[in-house]
């Protein structure tokens, strides 16, 4: 099984990676292409995959990952679309291109996975949701999912679930990005060093997604266990709800969701 991806971004070396790591394919089984020679040398020096600058090649790979930015999608498919054989089956990873748009920029019904991972990716610990057109067996399906584990976890959605997921988990690492480098300001202006306020407010993060995910508990449920009666905690919290905090992270999801619908 060849696995080719046609851009070697950070996205692409984040899953590249993963995948040798978790012992799914070995680095000789995997090609990337770029037109930038400084990414294909990264590329080829950190994860001793195959390398080219010709997406051509890459196309004859068995699975194609399309791991270019979405502006750049009708580019490539129309380079590549001649020699993309009925086997092939063909990944995507960027936002907004929806299955038929992207049979659209082939011109005919090919086999068509349609994914969202996330930057965790980077760290093993992404998120990904995957949707195949009618074209892709299940096995296949199947064997997609294994791949996309590799660099963390992954879910099979409908195709009309894409943009939400875009929001919730393609993006908002951003979002949780920008709360970690907040909470740290605030601790800075507290006093406390910079380097150990992201270290304390980083983890906290880290701590509480787990405690979601492994206790099986509603968020709120958890909220409120550390809400003591008159303490700390529900103080801030009334903070943070006056200043919408809550609010804004709805508004944001609800902003990023027609941004991806309307690409």
Partial sequence: MKLGFIGSGNMAKAMMRGIIKSGLLPADEIMASDLSAASLEATKTSLNVNVTNDNLSVAACD??????????????????????????LIVTIAPGMTMEKVCGLFGREIKLVRTMPNTPAMVGEGMTAACANQKVTPEEMDYVCSLLKGFGKCAVVSESMMDA????????????????????DGAVMEGMPRALAYQFAAQAVLGSAKMVLETGKHPAELKDMVCSPAGTTIEAVRVLEEKGFRSSLIEAVSACVQKARSM
Avoid: N, R, W
């Fill in 63 to 88: 699975i194609v990952v399309l791991s270019v930015k979405p502006q750049y999608y009708a580019d490539v498919i129309h380079q590549i679309a001649p020699c993309v054989k009925e086997s092939t």
């Fill in 165 to 184: 997921v875009v929001a919730i988990s393609g993006s908002s690492p951003a979002y949780v990005d920008i709360m970690i480098e907040a909470l740290a």
